[in-house]
């Protein structure tokens, strides 16, 4: 077993501080690649060599597997990881887990429960029981919001004023998700008292057994004596309180994190506790870790730089990392004409790394969400560069591009598609129904397959463009080639991810991509101050990835050619060096527009569908129905036309706004969510009539 010494060996004096620190509350502020995992487990070391505690009682507890496996490995490798005294290293589910059915006879008695691993069929009843739908997406984001309502420790009762509060997007109204959640809690128990628990509940009832029960309390408290908590930051409510049933009257506790990486609070995690950590424990120890032996000096200097500019950050829990390694390059910053010649030009430098010697599996391109992917996919295919996509599929693999290309595929297939049907036109007719309409949904998956949709359909346009005469046979047969094209290994190849997947990661050249207003800060955060400043964070994670080599770069339009509207992101506004060949494009942002309010009542508006009319779903109507029936009767004759659905042409909720606002003029038509400049020039003229027409009645 390592000495005391030993357990301390090769630390700086922050590290070494913070290892020797007396029992008792401790906190551990830890920049990005300033060696927090080596600390905490030279700590653990040091407190059983010690005598203070043996090592099976202590409970370290992380957010992921790979980092409970990693800890035990260092564990292992400082001699106090193996055998029946080894130190119990879990995330917080795997510890409440053994813990639940280790006292649940005791505390529960004769009642059985089972893991519900699948939350998705439930889920689904419980939709039906509310009258909604039941697609996958549906599905994913009823659960989502359902695990955040958990996470927070809020019932199906507090859920609208807690959505509301939040300021949640809701992916239907929040009434209506909140009778979802309350049929899902009720399906879960069986009429013979047996329980089916989710991974929310094992938090939950465990910490209700602990909390209820004092003879089983005392014998946990018995078993396990000290505490270590990594990634403090983002703990969520339901994880804090099972923590402090744990802890009882007892502060042994040793909790390390970094307020500036707080970025999943829409999961529910909160930094608060972290920040509040001294105000709790008076006496606590606190150390401030800021040698950062990850990256370059260079890199750092733009990591400070990043996070410097963040608003509201409490002084005392400001990290200004300090650099270890020897120089390297400076960051680099390019501005390009569109995106797909950002990817091509992002390829040859990942070719001309990889030419220099740097391995293929260490570099990454990061994108804010994953239907970014597909550009940079394409260009690595292209230069015959492998690569491996982490936290989601490649992009011809998704679900929906599957569902799409062969709808495309049946599509071309068809003996009465007129011979001049226009290709555009036939492909858009295909998408709305698998989810892509004018606006962007509100719910996470919802919007994610949303973005997916959209970047195929930017794909045909780009096509489109460079063969004008393309048909649809030869759309659908370019599809096929390049999605068969894109067969990359699993391994050894360059990673594309998104920025939260690739938290705690590291890689010795990364490029971030897409740094446009709209992608980062990504569009569903303008007017929210807390979303625009999670955001920030969201790049500063990015940044501190990189060991040597980085590259931020952003495009001024879509697709090949187009229009160049795009603004690169805010946050690179003060961060682009004056010398840079990018430093033309340093303007100013124009300000952010505020969060829609309600047209009746003044208040903010929450869910698609409120936005979209412009009022509270539970305000008052003053719809004119004559005018809607006009607006109904008119879409149907373009739809007739144009041989499309109608929604193709509006969308129901988009005609009731109109029929309810009655926009006299081009500026209170463009305010309608739905009608954007392609449909202002294709419809406005004749939308403003109808209104007209419809107000002399």
């Given at each position: 077993m390592t000495s005391p010494e030993g357990a301390g060996a090769d630390l700086d004096p922050e590290q070494l501080a913070a290892v020797m620190a007396p029992r008792g509350p401790v906190c551990v502020l830890a920049g990005a690649g300033?060696?927090?995992?080596?600390?905490?487990?030279?700590?653990?070391a040091h407190l059983v060599s010690s005598g203070h505690v043996r090592g099976s009682q202590v409970l370290a507890v992380t957010f992921t597997a790979r980092a409970a496996g990693e800890m035990r490995t260092r564990l292992r490798s400082l001699g106090i990881g193996g055998g029946s005294d080894a130190v119990q290293a879990l995330t917080f589910h795997a510890a409440a887990r053994r813990q639940l059915r280790y006292f649940w006879p005791q505390a529960i008695g004769d009642s059985r429960w089972e893991l519900l691993d699948n939350k998705f069929p439930v889920v689904g009843r419980a939709a039906r029981l509310a009258e909604l739908g039941t697609s996958t997406e549906t599905?994913?984001?009823l659960s989502s919001e359902i695990e955040w309502a958990k996470a927070s420790l809020i019932g199906p009762d507090g859920y609208v004023a807690a959505a509301e509060r939040n300021r949640r997007e809701t992916p239907f109204p929040a009434a209506q998700v909140a009778r979802v959640y309350a049929a899902y809690e009720e399906l879960k128990r069986s009429p013979d008292g047996d329980y089916l628990l989710d991974f929310d509940d094992l938090l939950l009832m465990t910490t209700g057994i602990l909390r209820d029960n004092p003879t089983v309390a005392a014998e946990f408290r018995d078993r396990y004596r000290c505490f270590v908590v990594d990634e403090y930051q983002d703990v969520t409510p339901a994880q804090q309180g099972l923590l402090d049933a744990w802890l009882g009257e007892r502060d042994d506790l040793t909790v390390v994190g970094d307020a500036n990486q707080t970025i999943y609070s829409f999961t529910g995690a909160s930094p608060k506790y972290l920040l509040d950590f001294s105000r709790r424990f008076p006496d606590a120890t606190v150390v401030r870790l800021e040698r950062d032996y990850r990256s370059t000096p260079e890199v750092v200097s733009l990591a400070n730089r990043t996070i410097g500019a963040a608003r509201g950050r409490i002084a005392g829990t400001r990290l200004q990392l300090i650099g270890q390694r020897p120089p390297g390059p400076e960051p680099y910053f390019a501005e390009f004409d569109d995106e797909p010649a950002e990817a091509a030009a992002v390829a040859r430098s990942v070719k001309r790394l990889i030419g220099q010697g740097v391995p293929a599996a260490e570099i990454a391109i990061l994108y804010r969400v994953n239907a970014q992917s597909e550009a940079h996919e394409q260009a690595l295919t292209?230069?015959?560069?492998?690569?491996?996509?982490?936290?989601?599929?490649?992009?011809?693999?998704?679900?929906e591009i599957r569902q799409a290309m062969r709808s495309v595929q049946q599509a071309a297939g068809r003996d009465d598609l007129p011979a001049d049907a226009d290709v555009k036109t036939v492909l858009k007719a295909i998408l709305v129904p698998l989810g892509l309409t004018d606006e962007s949904p509100a719910g996470a998956k919802a919007r994610e397959r949303w973005e997916s949709l959209r970047a195929l359909e930017n794909l045909a346009d780009e096509l489109i463009e460079h063969e004008p005469a393309l048909t649809l046979q030869q759309l659908s047969a370019e599809l096929v080639t390049r999605s068969e094209a894109?067969?990359?290994?699993?391994?050894?190849?360059?990673?594309?991810?998104s920025l939260h997947a690739a938290k705690g990661l590291e890689w010795d050249a990364v490029?971030?991509?897409?740094?446009?207003?709209?992608?980062?800060?990504?569009?569903?955060s303008f007017g929210d101050d807390a979303a625009i400043e999670e955001e920030r964070r969201l790049l500063y994670v990015g940044v501190t990835r990189a060991r040597e080599h980085l590259q931020l770069s952003w495009a001024l339009a879509r697709n090949e050619g187009g229009r160049r509207g795009r603004r690169r992101s805010r946050f690179l506004i003060e961060l682009v060096p004056d010398d840079s060949p990018a430093s033309m494009a340093a303007q100013p942002p124009k300000r952010t527009r505020s969060a829609p309010t309600c047209r009746v009542c003044g208040k903010r508006l929450i869910g698609k569908t409120a936005s979209l009319l412009g009022r509270c779903e539970s305000c008052p109507s003053d719809l004119d129905e004559e005018l809607l029936l006009a607006l109904k009767e008119w879409r149907s004759g373009q739809?007739?036309?144009?041989?499309?659905?109608?929604?193709?042409?509006?969308?129901?909720n988009t005609l009731t706004a109109i029929a309810e606002q009655a926009p006299q003029d081009v500026p209170g038509l463009v305010k309608i969510p739905g009608i954007g400049p392609k449909k202002l020039d294709q419809y406005g003229a004749e939308l403003l009539d109808l209104i007209k027409t419809a107000g002399q009645k």
């Open positions: 300033t060696g927090k995992t080596r600390t905490i487990t030279r700590r653990i599905l994913r984001d292209a230069a015959g560069i492998p690569y491996q996509v982490r936290g989601g599929e490649a992009f011809f693999q998704r679900t894109r067969h990359p290994p699993t391994v050894q190849g360059v990673t594309l991810s490029f971030l991509v897409g740094l446009v207003d709209g992608s980062v800060p990504i569009t569903q739809a007739k036309a144009q041989k499309v659905p109608a929604f193709v042409v509006f969308s129901d």
